[in-house]
């Protein structure tokens, strides 16, 4: 089981940035896909964003395209989520998971990543 860990939440102002991290402990992440996803207080899980096992692809949501960069750097074995232009609306918790394969549409389907951490709290509020 591969054991996640997010940590970089915090409060932050409207326009603000943040850089989420979600390293692991007892595996190496180099042969997974790792996928971002958030849950605001009485929404649904969205899924935001992946990365395949080598970096080389990534893929967004239509909410967070062109605002949010994931990358990874598998010889720190943890992956990252730059969040940039911040707005009320991206407050939530959110998450990261291995999953086994990359696709440019994984990200929309949570039951493909077996393993999740506990999740950081994102506050976008002046």
């Known amino acids: 089981q591969v054991q996640l860990l997010e940590s970089g939440g915090g409060l932050v102002q409207p326009g603000g940035s943040l850089r989420l991290s979600c390293a692991a402990s007892?595996?190496?992440?180099?042969?997974?896909?790792i996928g971002w996803f958030r849950q605001a207080p009485g929404r649904e899980r969205e899924g935001i964003s992946c990365?395949?096992?080598?970096?080389?692809?990534?893929s967004y949501a239509d909410s967070v395209k062109g605002r949010f960069t994931i990358s990874r750097d598998n010889r720190k074995n943890t992956v990252y989520l730059q969040m940039n232009n911040l707005t009320p609306e991206d407050t939530a918790v959110y998450y990261c998971?291995?999953?086994?394969?990359?696709?440019?549409?994984?990200?929309?389907?949570?039951?493909?990543?077996?393993?999740w951490g506990q999740g950081t709290l994102v506050t976008v509020s002046e």
């Open positions: 998971a291995a999953g086994v394969y990359y696709s440019d549409s994984v990200y929309r389907e949570p039951t493909k990543f077996h393993d």
């Open positions: 007892r595996f190496t992440l180099d042969y997974f896909a």
């Open positions: 990365i395949s096992s080598s970096g080389d692809s990534t």
